[in-house]
């Protein structure tokens, strides 16, 4: 029997958490079948960590590039020169721009540059065709608003870590967009599979965002892709599909969002 190959889009296994046993983490992630993991990048500080690891595993790890919206603080311009410089110089290495967005949540005094953030790297993406990654913690619906009005971006991308209302999984995927499920998926109480048995599968791409967002079992433990599966098991009991399904959808489309040629090409 061949084993389903999956693919996590979302983690920062580049992150101090992992120190001791990253070597072993990545054999768990292999053994578990997940092939690939998209790095998003979060400020100046985990560029080097993040191209060292994907240097280091080269089939297995693909480096994005990009600004979180919570490290947009008083010196962005400064961090955002340093992120475009690094991204610029070797743009063909990066698979897509990320993460960027809006994070509502924390502090909210940075909204403005936050936005201005936003809008300046997905003029990035169009002028390198890249998709983009959007983190969109309390903020989709203006996060969707500047995508219609200010920044239309060709390649389109995931919204990362989706856990919004059916109406706004419709609107996302109307803009040609996928959703970024992970472990919140598996919560007791989520509201999410009901608003993705409706939607379908056709639009979903698996995450961990490791290390945070583990799925129960491990909720509130370090999260890693291997546990992967589990968002995948848990899409397949949604769906009444087979797990093998659920990867054979999710792997293409993660395929359809990252381009054939960043998969294989080095
Ligand atoms: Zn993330």
């Known amino acids: 029997m061949i084993?389903?190959?999956?693919?996590?889009?979302?983690?920062?296994?580049y992150e101090d958490v992992y120190?001791?046993?990253?070597?072993?983490?990545?054999?768990?992630?292999q053994s578990a079948g997940v092939a690939k993991a998209y790095l998003p990048n979060v400020d100046?500080?985990?560029?080097?960590?993040?191209?060292n690891l994907c240097e280091n595993y080269p089939e297995?790890?693909?480096?994005?590039?990009?600004?979180?919206?919570?490290?947009?603080?008083?010196?962005?311009?400064?961090?955002?020169?340093?992120?475009?410089?690094?991204?610029?110089?070797?743009?063909?290495?990066?698979?897509?721009i990320g993460e960027i967005?809006?994070?509502?949540?924390?502090?909210?005094?940075?909204?403005?540059?936050?936005?201005?953030?936003?809008?300046?790297?997905?003029?990035?993406?169009?002028?390198l065709n890249l998709p983009v990654i959007l983190h969109s913690r309390n903020s989709m619906d203006d996060i969707i608003l500047l995508l219609k009005k200010k920044i239309k971006v060709?390649?389109?991308g995931i919204f990362h870590c989706f856990t919004g209302s059916l109406e706004q999984a419709q609107r996302i995927i109307d803009m040609g967009y996928y959703?970024?499920?992970?472990?919140?998926?598996?919560?007791?109480?989520?509201?999410?599979?009901?608003?993705?048995?409706?939607?379908?599968?056709?639009?979903?791409v698996l995450e961990t965002d490791a290390p945070y967002l583990s799925p129960t079992p491990y909720r509130g433990k370090r999260n890693e892709s291997s546990?992967?599966?589990?968002?995948?098991?848990?899409?397949?009991?949604i769906f009444e599909i087979p797990f093998s399904k659920i990867a054979e959808i999710t792997t293409q489309n993660a395929q359809k969002v990252f381009n054939q040629t960043v998969l294989t090409t080095e």
């Open 154 to 156: 060709t390649r389109t």
């Open 44 to 51: 100046e500080t985990t560029i080097e960590p993040l191209l």
């Open 179 to 204: 959703l970024g499920i992970g472990g919140v998926v598996t919560f007791k109480n989520a509201h999410l599979p009901e608003v993705l048995k409706a939607i379908g599968p056709e639009h979903l």
């Open 19 to 29: 120190a001791e046993d990253r070597a072993d983490m990545i054999l768990r992630m």
């Open 101 to 127: 967005g809006l994070d509502y949540y924390w502090d909210k005094s940075f909204i403005p540059m936050q936005q201005e953030a936003m809008i300046l790297q997905a003029q990035w993406a169009n002028e």
């Open 227 to 237: 546990y992967i599966t589990y968002v995948a098991a848990k899409l397949a009991e």
């Open 60 to 96: 297995i790890f693909v480096p994005m590039m990009g600004l979180h919206p919570c490290s947009v603080k008083e010196n962005w311009k400064a961090s955002i020169a340093m992120i475009e410089k690094v991204l610029f110089s070797n743009p063909s290495r990066y698979a897509a």
């Open 3 to 13: 084993r389903p190959v999956l693919i996590d889009t979302h983690a920062h296994l």
